[in-house]
């Protein structure tokens, strides 16, 4: 029987919960454990601790991820910085250098420009669809209730009467 690699990974378990909301996947987390995607689900089922790391990694990245999907949706500004590099110079206007005798270099702010992302649709579609499915889902389930009265003409005729007037409809008769 193989070894048990429990008592090292429960020494990762930090590390393991940092994956997971770094948005690594289960089969990522067990390559980085050295285990076998079959012992990581048995981990889950034996180990409440490792799976309560799992669990507390991936809500993290989810709260993210909706919280990115929710600011695509309305919309944002944001600071568009320019930065330029620049030779570092004394007061007197002297090129400052390094112990071999290069010129010093600093990255200096040279405009800040306030952009705006207009809202994105296709994320408000997205979330509507997933938050409020009851209001917003494309497929709607109607029940019916009550009877359903059908009026068929045809009702007391016989079978050869049906047959002669199917005939006369192709034309031959």
Avoid at 73 to 94: F, N
């Amino acid at each position: 029987m193989a070894k048990s690699k429990w008592n090292t990974v429960k020494d990762k378990l930090t590390l393991v919960e940092g994956w997971a909301r770094d948005g690594l996947t289960e089969l990522q987390i067990a390559h980085n454990l050295g285990i076998s995607k079959a012992t990581m689900e048995k981990y889950k089922k034996e180990h409440s601790d490792f799976l309560y790391s799992l669990k507390r990694g991936k809500e993290v990245v989810d709260f993210e991820v909706e919280n990115a999907l929710l600011k695509r949706a309305l919309g944002y500004q944001y600071d568009e910085v320019t930065k330029e590099r620049i030779v570092r110079k004394d007061e007197h206007g002297k090129i400052l250098t390094d112990i071999h005798g290069f010129p010093t270099y600093e990255m200096v702010v040279t405009k800040t420009v306030k952009k705006e992302v207009a809202p994105d649709t296709t994320a408000q579609i997205f979330w509507l669809k997933n938050r409020k499915p009851e209001q917003w889902r494309d497929k709607r389930d109607i029940e019916h209730t009550g009877n359903v009265t059908v009026n068929n003409p045809y009702k007391e005729l016989t079978t050869e009467e049906l047959k002669k007037l199917a005939a006369l409809d192709d034309g031959d008769g």
